[in-house]
């Protein structure tokens, strides 16, 4: 199924409508309102857009600008400007043995992450940031609250293809706020604080094939897409991050776990088993000055908002982060360019 994020649809009724976001985000609320709640905020920003006459999907064949990507679709056909270069490794998830490295393209819509699986992923020694590629059949997962399009065995990835040029790159920047002034569904905003309270990794079964998550049934594992499966494991990892005018629980899944605690997956897994080695780690990491980028959400079991965590910075480089938000003091500044990724894609 293909999904377009509030974000997005509130951004092209803002375009389209020449309404502010705060009109647009009542309307929104009025619209939940005269629906009991039986709809979510996504789906009453449709109804809203519709309404407007605003024509949300544009185009699903074809070459596409990169704003114009949506989680869900296949065969996707793009061309951007490497920004990004990650090197590919090897991973091993259970019996599943593979190869997958990153890079970040642009055009001037937008910056994408590229996953490149496979034999795909011989091809990124020989990428230099500043080089053209063209894409052919990628497939666009959401991960964590973001966009990637991923390459398999079956997908193209043509460097520097003759007569294809790309302008400026329209640059993505996250919005640095103090954590006292979060609010519920802020995104893309960026925190930087440190680590005060560090908790173990739960790990989940997931499906192999999609990465989903598999839920028990009986005596075996089933996965909504695959069916009956032998599962693997997949993690999540909470911190509280406190930047000296509040706390907040910050959430950080597979990937960006990795990218914190500089681990691969099998360094990792070895916690499940032995949940007493992980007290070394808590050790080195208390007290760590990071800054991440994300989301925050409201977790209505306790009532309370949750950081989860999309890009993560480990050295930050605290003197200078500290003046800014000193500089800062209770306005909202812009962040300076997003200069880092996770390592790998949610296996």
């Known amino acids: 199924m293909i999904k377009i994020p509030l974000s997005d649809i509130i951004a092209k009724i803002k375009e389209k409508a020449q309404l502010t976001e705060e009109e647009i985000n009542s309307r929104i609320d009025d619209k939940l309102k005269q629906l009991s709640g039986l709809i979510s905020k996504e789906g009453a920003a449709h109804i809203i857009a519709n309404e407007l006459g605003i024509k949300l999907f544009e185009q699903f064949t074809g070459r596409l600008q990169i704003k114009n990507i949506l989680a869900g679709m296949r065969d996707v056909e793009t061309v951007g400007k490497v ?25 001037e819509t937008g910056s994408i ?4 699986w496979g034999s795909v992923s011989d091809d990124i020694p020989i990428l230099k940031e500043g080089d053209i590629v063209k894409i052919i059949s990628g497939y666009v997962r959401e991960n964590n609250g973001r966009k990637e399009v991923h390459l398999n065995d079956r ?8 007569g294809e040029t790309i302008g400026e790159i329209k640059r993505t920047v996250a919005l640095r706020k103090q954590i006292k002034n979060l609010q519920e569904d802020d995104e893309n ?11 173990e990794p739960r790990f989940f079964e997931v499906c192999p094939s999609c990465g989903k998550r598999a839920r028990q049934r009986e ?14 494991y997949s993690y999540v990892f909470n911190i509280f991050l406190d930047d000296g005018t ?11 776990a990795e990218h914190l605690l500089n681990m691969n997956q099998e360094q990792i897994m070895q916690f499940r088993e032995n949940p007493e080695k992980f007290e070394e780690m808590k050790t080195q990491l208390l007290g760590n000055i990071i800054k991440i980028v994300g989301r925050a959400k409201k977790n209505e079991m306790f009532d309370r908002l949750e950081f989860m965590a999309q890009l993560v910075f480990s050295n930050p480089g605290p003197e200078e982060e500290i003046r800014r938000l000193e ?10 360019e997003v200069k880092s990724l996770p390592s790998i894609d949610e296996i």
Do not use: W
């Not at 992450?113 to 490149?116: E, F, K, P, S």
């Not at 706390?247 to 950080?252: D, E, G, L």
């Open 219 to 232: 005596l075996s594992y089933v996965c909504e897409e695959h069916g009956e499966i032998k599962p693997d």
């Open 246 to 256: 509040e706390t907040v629980r910050s959430v950080f899944f597979k990937n960006q």
């Open 83 to 107: 920004t990004q270069i990650f090197a590919a490794r090897e991973f091993q998830s259970g019996e599943r043995k593979g190869k997958v490295g990153n890079i970040v393209v642009g055009d």
């Open 327 to 336: 500089e800062a003091g209770e306005k909202e500044v812009k962040a300076e």
């Open 189 to 199: 905003i960026e925190l930087l604080g440190t680590i005060v309270q560090v908790f």
């Open 113 to 116: 992450r590229v996953v490149c």
């Open 155 to 162: 997908s193209k990835l043509i460097i520097n293809p003759e």
